[in-house]
């Protein structure tokens, strides 16, 4: 973990905007995968109750998500909106 990352996350909640490693992902909302792209909903009944994270990905990189929004089920021309005004490049 880099410095900067462990220095956003440590500040308090995964607000919006802020960048944090993937096995640190335990609250709901919508997240932006800085390695691909890609879109994750991470809905309430995944993280209610369940310290551990509710899955894993393996890689021998450092793997990071950039929160966009406090909404899981928020619109994809919403979530492209967000991410592209937060500089995080999208594949979706």
Known sequence: MTFEAKQSFDQGS???GTRFPFHCLRETGA???NWDGN?????ENLV???PSPFFNVV???PLFVTKI???PFVSISKARSVASNLDVP???
């Open 31 to 33: 997240y932006v995968c």
């Open 39 to 43: 879109l994750v909903r991470v809905p």
């Open 90 to 92: 999208i594949n979706f």
């Open 69 to 71: 929004s406090e909404d």
């Open 14 to 16: 995964n607000s919006v």
């Open 48 to 50: 209610s109750n369940n």
């Open 59 to 61: 890689s021998k990189d």
